[in-house]
DNA sequence: ATCCTGTGTCATCAA
DNA sequence: TATTGATGACACAGG
């Protein structure tokens, strides 16, 4: 308890030591020791005022994570961004149908409220134990992927809000790392896991695919190993699976801060996480970090590899930082749509090139090729017919020089007749194998490949602008290259729109059957209704009847006789008393 | 051969 | 002004 330490040297210092030795020897002073020392006293008073500091900075670390709290945003599910939670009503679509899924959604989050105890501790904790001397810093919310896609639908009011508060200050970013590891952590990782992979299930279309863009960011890739510790294969499996999808919106707003795309790049790392099951192959493979060799390398490799090449190309260092992905060939109007006809791997010379012998992207050139009945997935495979002859040979002539690929035409004239004929089935066309091709490549992933680019194309379509923009300003791209970007982020935004806007429209359909189902019901029920309180109105109105006639029977005057009908009628009042008015008299006072 | 359906794309408008 | 989402319209593929 006591414990035996040097003082500091102070002007009594003797007489301290001589203090310590006697301590030492068990002499008795009559006093505690720390009576005699300065020091000792000192030290004690500089620890019960930085315990006090201490709790004061908890405190306000606590109060500031209240207000971030408050300020917490909230994900929108359609856009895919964070928008203020104090947007009840916002959603046009969200709101529109309570399917069976998003019960099950709701359920699912009910059941997780469970958990959110224990993640409260875990921030709390987190919080204690990293001090955010930094408030001011404008990291990124570093949310682990981990962090649930959640909704305003999914996500009950009262949550706690860390789970989605990007107004954590960055420097949280390692203490998520920490925390990952920690294993209370890791079961609601797991469950978080869990959960994004079932909004991923719950919104198969676009608009649901919520993979984290950390996957796309070299300096997040630990994450994922850390993960890769703790959760079991099927986590991580089914996340690779809604990673393929789509990016997530929502998640893609961690990225922000993210160490740059190309600055820690690591090309392996990359690959793994887009094609693990490649990632063997291609890293026991002759690869280097050469990128005008990776090409050729991959060449030789890829008739057992489904590895696209544009993207071991894009993430070769050689073409992300020192920036010349640009194709040999010079596309003097890129288009927005890559026209097959003029695209390098057509096997019609007459259309692949342009007059100058660079080959076009323009405009009219899409239009050739989209508009004309030739126009979608056959075009590509003429563009690509090497792809579709070697399933999972990526190693199509995008992957040649445009002159190798020249090369490849001359050699092919085959292909020609097929191609001048505009739209005819080539003769692939029944192989499975062109076809599995086929899925695997999108037709702008074909684009992107033949024109070089250095991005995937879901890291064109999904990244926020910002994002998206930083990562064009990092590569050098020719005109062409930018105009099929920006066409293939249009486009691929434009489909997801489309997929929703359909989806969105099929359920309107259904609702609107559901509810004119629902009137007709409504409708037959009225007419019963109607009905029935029409023949109880007949009824009433035959029991009134008679017993007016009965009432009216009985009444006679002063003479005995009956009434007549004619001059006298009977009334009654509310409260049930019943009068003979004359008719005459009643047409007079009516008057009256 | 024809129709229907699903999907991708473009044009356009609105936020 | 640029970006993005929504949506109608069109073309095409496949059943």
């Not at 390692?174 to 959960?195: D, G, I, K, V």
């Not at 079932?198 to 994922?224: C, I, R, T, V, W």
Request: glycine share 6%.
């Amino acid at each position: 308890m006591m414990e035996i330490e040097l003082p500091k040297m102070h002007p009594s210092q003797q007489d301290m030591e001589l203090i310590d030795i006697l301590w030492r020897q068990d002499v008795d002073l009559g006093a505690g020791r720390e009576v005699f020392d300065f020091s000792y006293r000192q030290k004690e008073v500089e620890l019960r005022r930085q315990r006090e500091q201490e709790e004061e900075k908890r405190q306000q670390h606590l109060r500031e994570q209240e207000k971030a709290l408050l300020a917490q945003l909230q994900l929108d599910e359609e856009t895919g961004e964070f928008v203020p939670r104090s947007l009840p009503a916002s959603g046009t679509l969200t709101q529109t149908n309570t399917t069976n899924g998003e019960i099950a959604q709701n359920g699912a989050f009910a059941a997780q409220e469970g958990d959110a105890l224990s993640f409260d501790e875990c921030m709390q904790l987190l919080a204690e134990t990293f001090p955010l001397d930094e408030p001011a810093e404008s990291a990124p919310p570093c949310l682990d992927v981990s962090v649930p896609p959640t909704t305003d639908l999914m996500m009950p009011a009262d949550t706690p809000a860390f789970t989605q508060n990007p107004l954590l200050p960055g420097s949280l970013d390692q203490a998520w790392m920490e925390l990952l590891s920690l294993p209370e952590l890791q079961c609601l990782n797991m469950q978080m896991q869990e959960t994004l992979n079932m909004d991923g299930f719950m919104k198969p279309s676009g608009e649901a695919q919520n993979p984290s863009y950390s996957q796309y960011l070299p300096g997040m890739d630990h994450l994922s190993s850390v993960q890769t510790e703790v959760c079991p294969p099927e986590y991580i499996n089914t996340y690779d699976g809604s990673f393929n999808n789509m990016v997530s919106p929502n998640l893609s707003q961690m990225s922000l801060n993210v160490p740059d795309v190309g600055a820690e790049f690591r090309p392996e790392e990359f690959n793994e996480l887009f094609y693990p099951e490649m990632e063997a192959k291609v890293n026991s493979g002759p690869l280097t970090s050469d990128g005008g060799n990776m090409v050729s390398q991959l060449a030789e490799t890829a008739s057992d590899s489904p590895v696209n090449p544009m993207d071991l190309q894009s993430f070769s260092p050689g073409n992300l930082s020192s920036g010349k992905p640009e194709p040999i060939v010079e596309f003097p109007d890129s288009d927005s749509g890559l026209s097959l006809d003029s695209s390098p791997h057509m096997s019609s010379p007459g259309k692949s090139l342009n007059e100058d012998g660079s080959f076009g992207f323009s405009d009219s050139d899409s239009e050739e090729m989209d508009g004309s009945p030739g126009g979608t997935e056959s075009d590509y495979t003429e563009i690509f017919p090497l792809v579709y002859l070697n399933d999972g040979a990526q190693t199509s002539l995008s992957d040649k020089s445009p002159a190798e690929q020249q090369e490849m035409k001359a050699k092919n004239p085959k292909t020609e007749p097929v191609e001048a004929s505009g739209y005819s089935k080539p003769p692939f066309t029944k192989d499975k194998q062109k076809k599995r091709s086929e899925a695997r490549l999108s037709r702008d992933e074909q684009r992107a490949k033949a024109l070089q680019i250095p991005f995937t194309v879901d890291m064109i379509i999904n990244l926020p602008v910002d994002d998206f923009n930083e990562m064009m300003s990092k590569h050098q791209l020719n005109e062409a290259q930018l105009a099929l970007v920006r066409d293939i982020r249009r486009r691929g935004k434009n489909k997801v729109a489309a997929q929703n806007c359909r989806k969105r429209k099929l359920e309107n359909i259904v609702g609107l059957e559901y509810e004119l189902d629902s009137l007709r019901e409504e409708k037959e029920r009225l007419k019963k209704e109607k009905s029935e309180r029409s023949t109880s109105l007949r009824e009433m109105k035959q029991q009134l009847s008679t017993l007016y006639q009965e009432v009216f029977g009985m009444l006679r005057d002063e003479h005995g006789k009956p009434f007549s009908p004619n001059e006298y009628s009977l009334q009654h009042t509310a409260d049930g008393t019943v009068f003979l008015v004359p008719r005459l008299k009643k047409t007079l006072v009516k008057n009256n």
